[in-house]
């Protein structure tokens, strides 16, 4: 009996190592895992809070209409009523927050107007197109339209 | 777009996985491959490559060792790559490789090249002073033991670890197989046929390694080459170099019989941007043309010269071929659209870290390991183990 | 009545903490975020998108809003959301063994709109198709991912952790769409998260909210009221890649087979 253990030491010796690693494996991992991981799922659940906590910019036509009521029912009773106020003045989160500081940006009409109703034939067929230079004759879109209530009469 | 033909989505533009990707299947292909030749003698007692046994365990360690480095040297955030121990996901055939690789190099090929090195590793020791036995004592874990039950112990359990090896050794390969076959959302790598056609190139790919190491080690040492050995390991490479080409060639013909959606758009980028190393270096310089040389070996009387010859100039052009067949998978996997609408083109750069001098490093890395594990493990009995064990005869 | 000491601990400090749970709440709808308030539970959504083929002009503002909502990195490779243009050749009678695929292109992500390339009259079919994220239900990104660094949520979008991400980019391999990329500034992963910082404020997302003609539209299929429901039940509705069984969560109307 005392032989075999002898003659099998350096295999218990190789399993005590082996044992000791294990271990050290689940010390480390007991050690270093993040916390709050496997709450939800396989994720840590403060990602969520991570992902949450972006700053905005855009603030939201009803942050718009807080203010400025009187422009909302306008375009509403025209023919940007799907048009978003952001989506041709740009971000205004800033503003919204806190409207007397920062500005609000008028944009450029001749810009602006061209990147939605500029011809182009894979806009769909029915959608308000032309060609702006041939349109325009060198006059800016607000000279004859009204950006808010764009039909003329 | 500059390098893109037709239309690739925007975010697919640049390619993600770089020639690392590519050196690690291939390295870890080295490893399955190596050890199955090893164990050829082990478990199924094919006396005659027993010369190779020991060259071929050390060559699977070094080439097991250098694995990670590509991987570690392409991740965005190399020093979180614990987590992938800590966290894995089940259901990510990349995180549980991490613990196949981890359970092949621990508990299968240390294990086995430490039992069958002990008594070497005891000799040296005995017969050494200093640092050197140190080093020595340190390596057999302090053992001294060197009855005849000790040894009987360690070729038994030497013996079942190579049994668990083998299954082991196609896990750690397969796996690599199953990381692209499984992957639904590209057409060029999903199919249930890649872990085979993996494995199979890995074994070709190993054996090849394992000649050449051998013919390279035996003129360094000046021992005369034992013909028999080498003979019996290029049959197996041609035998094995059989089946992997059958199932390259099944899966070639499937796709064109099958042509689906994706056909068209795969087979113009393989007569285009991956002619040259599918077609020329892969099929033809890789596969075709050292199937073709061993097969004259097989059929045809030749002097010993001419073997030799031949032998390493086919291990050397498959190692080429199964390089050539990594590269075709992932960057070929890469270079065409999802929307199988258009392609882009592979930009590797020198000197950055996924360039193609990390490349060479990371490739020459595991030859210089190889040359230190000889000189620390020599594979034929070292001189100082015969002094050894002749002062142990005297005491 | 009569009110022992405990009771009156009890009283008071529910009352404090009601208090001051309302005070914090004001504070939050008086800084315009309305729905901060702690009164998120995301149990009682499950996210998805609409999107109506018919109705998008290739503006590009919902890819320019994107990128400067969501601070995606500059650049022709990296789009959260992008637009690609379709020309369909008419099938030429002398030639109908022709190449059967659509020409798309999508000029740095429609990011700068796109310029005319086609003429008309040539019998061409033309449109354009706004593509994202489609927060798969069943995400084999989130599959394949080893570590557990992008997850779907539990109101249904797929999400990136970012510090926890290690760059393997085998979830962009993963992606039948195509929708993920790697942040050359922080080499992590980045994709739509569908603005979470936003619809979990009762926003709606950027892409959405810059839409000139309510091509996109977000859509909560949990709530019982909301409009997604008639619009996936009045129109044909598909998803992309539906062979892939991805559990794909936005819905396109009036999706040409010819899309890829």
Partial sequence: MRQTFKDSEHLLRLAALFAAGILLFFITRAALMPAGFGELGHYRSGSLQDNRSHRLLFAGSAACAECHDDVVQTVSAGKHTSVHCEACHGPHQAHASDPTTVAAKRPDPLVLCATCHEKNVAKPRQFPQVDIQEHAAGASCTDCHQAHSPAME | ?395 | MTMNRRDFLEQGGKFILLTGAAALAWDHVLAGQPEQAPNYSMNDHWWAMFIDVEKCIGCGNCVRACKAENDVAPGPSYFRTWVERYHIPKKSPDHLEAEDHPMVDSPNGGYDGFPEKYGDGDGAKNFFVPKLCNHCAHSPCVQVCPVGATYVSPDGVVLVDKTYCLGCRYCVQACPYGCRFIDPRTHTVDKCNLCYHRITRGLTTACCEACPTGARMLGDLKNPKDPIHELLRDHTVQVLKPQMATGAKVYYNGLDGSVR
């Fill in chain 2, 1 to 395: 777009m500059p390098g893109v033909e037709g239309f690739m989505y925007p975010n697919e533009v640049e390619l993600q996985w770089s020639i690392l990707i590519v050196i690690y299947p291939f390295v870890t292909g080295l490893v399955a491959g190596a050890f199955i030749l090893a164990s050829l003698e082990r478990v199924f007692n094919v006396e005659a490559v027993k010369p190779t046994y020991r060259l071929a365990l050390l060559t699977a360690l070094a080439f097991l060792l250098v694995a990670p480095l590509p991987l570690q040297l392409h991740l965005g955030h190399p020093e979180r790559s614990l987590e992938m121990f800590l966290t894995p996901h089940t259901s990510s055939a990349m995180a549980m490789f991490g613990f196949v690789y981890l359970w092949y190099l621990m508990a299968v090929l240390v294990i086995e090249i430490w039992l069958d090195y002990r008594k070497d590793l005891v000799l040296v020791a005995r017969a050494s002073t200093g640092l050197k036995r140190l080093i020595y004592r340190a390596l057999t874990l302090g053992s001294d033991n060197l009855s005849e039950r000790s040894l009987a112990l360690d070729a038994r359990l030497g013996r079942i670890i190579t049994i668990i090896g083998i299954p082991s050794a196609f896990l750690l390969h397969g796996y690599v197989g199953f990381i692209f076959g499984s992957v639904k959302a590209n057409p060029w790598w999903s199919t249930p046929l890649m872990p085979i056609v993996f494995l199979f190139s890995a074994i070709v790919s190993g054996i090849a390694a394992v000649l050449l190491v051998y013919m390279i080690y035996s003129a360094r040492q000046g021992d005369r080459l034992d013909m028999a050995c080498l003979d019996t390991v290029a049959r197996y490479l041609f035998y094995a170099f059989l089946v992997d080409f059958s199932l390259e060639m099944l899966d070639l013909i499937h796709r064109i019989y099958e042509a689906d959606e994706s056909f068209r758009s795969l087979d113009f980028m393989v007569h285009t941007r991956l002619y040259t190393s599918q077609v020329v270096l892969q099929i033809f310089v890789g596969t075709l043309v050292p199937i073709g040389l061993l097969w004259l070996t097989q059929i045809v009387r030749l002097s010993e010269l001419a073997r030799k010859t031949i032998y390493a100039v086919s291990a050397a052009l498959t190692l080429v071929g199964i390089f050539a067949m990594r590269w075709n998978v992932v960057i070929g996997g890469q270079l065409f659209s999802k929307s199988f609408l258009g392609y882009t083109t592979y930009k590797m750069d020198f000197a950055t870290r996924e360039g193609l001098l990390p490349a060479l490093i990371v490739m020459i890395l595991p030859l210089l390991i190889l040359w230190a594990l000889v000189w620390l493990l020599p594979p034929t009995e070292p001189a100082g183990a015969k002094h050894g064990a002749e002062e142990a005869r005297a005491a």
